[in-house]
């Protein structure tokens, strides 16, 4: 028993490494057994987590950071801290960090380092970690993803979301991306040009692959488009072909669920059709924006023909 609290009091946050149980007096034998006995995991090599405790991402991070103490939570794993939407499977991501002491030369297993500067204003605590800023995840996001990775995390990041089950306020305003962009860096321009794309109105990262889909298609409706019914009612539509009159609603991946969500998106939809605006309305799910975007681009000029 003495020696299980012995080792808890070494963890730091639920992690413990094995310098610093060596370091305290542990010889290498005993304190191998003791850790496989009490059922400590082993995050990496020379970092354990705590019996009873999960490792998730922060944990792991936390022992990356434990390692390598100048090392800055950053990129895509710093916006899954800020609960920052993002495409990639968070899960499956190798750990991200910035070295600002450009210095890192070692290598840990799903761990990836860049070497480069960081100004004190771009450095947060969040959970305990020394992390990037959102303005600076962001401005990172815009560098280095691909364009509808990069834009979905900056509307995500801009605009209130649900994230994980729980309502989250923006992190992060676009000017203030902008003017951290204003500053000559490498990939600084292509970022810009991204920031242009960006809808700060855009409800889910799915609506944002959608919208950029169709523009990439010529096609450019309105977006996040207040109307009212005839009976004063007010409705909002994802996008709407004003000219041609077709409206576009894309559905979350948690569409309907429960009966009494089910009479309420009924009754939404056939206020939308009463609007005098909507001369049809075309529904999405977001597994076909995501995997058949194709499909979607034609159904869509389907309707815009039809409506002609």
Request: glycine letters at 6%.
């Amino acid at each position: 028993m003495e020696e299980r609290r012995a080792l808890r009091e070494l963890a730091q946050g639920g992690v413990l490494l094995t310098c610093r149980a060596l370091e305290s007096g542990w010889p290498r034998r005993s304190l191998t057994r003791a850790l496989r006995s009490e059922g400590w995991g082993r995050l990496q090599a020379g970092a354990w987590v705590e019996p009873g405790q999960a490792a998730d991402l922060p944990t792991r991070l936390r022992a990356v950071q434990l390692l390598n103490q100048r090392l800055v939570v950053s990129h895509s794993s710093a916006a899954a801290l800020w609960r920052i939407e993002t495409l990639a499977a968070t899960a499956k991501a190798p750990l991200e960090f910035i070295d600002p002491a450009l210095s890192f030369r070692g290598k840990a297993q799903d761990v990836r380092v860049r070497r480069t500067l960081l100004d004190p204003g771009d450095v947060a605590l969040r959970y305990g970690l020394r992390i990037t800023s959102p303005v600076r995840t962001l401005t990172d996001l815009l560098r280095s993803l691909p364009r509808d990775d990069a834009i979905v995390a900056l509307e995500s990041a801009v605009t209130h979301r649900r994230v994980g089950g729980a309502r989250r306020a923006p992190v992060a305003k676009p000017d203030a991306v902008a003017a951290a962009l204003a500053v000559p860096s490498q990939g600084s321009a292509r970022a810009r040009r991204r920031l242009g794309l960006c809808d700060p109105r855009a409800g889910s990262p799915a609506e944002t692959i959608a919208r950029l889909r169709m523009a990439d298609s010529g096609l450019r409706p309105e977006s996040q488009i207040e109307l009212f019914t005839p009976l004063g009612r007010r409705v909002v539509l994802d996008f709407l072909f004003r000219r041609e009159g077709p409206a576009v609603e894309i559905e979350g991946y948690a569409y309907h669920g429960t009966r009494e969500a089910h009479r309420r998106d009924v009754s939404r939809f056939n206020q939308v059709l009463q609007c005098p605006e909507v001369r049809g309305l075309l529904r999405f799910t977001a597994q076909d924006v995501f995997r058949e975007p194709d499909r979607m681009i034609s159904e869509i000029r389907a309707a815009l023909i039809v409506s002609k």
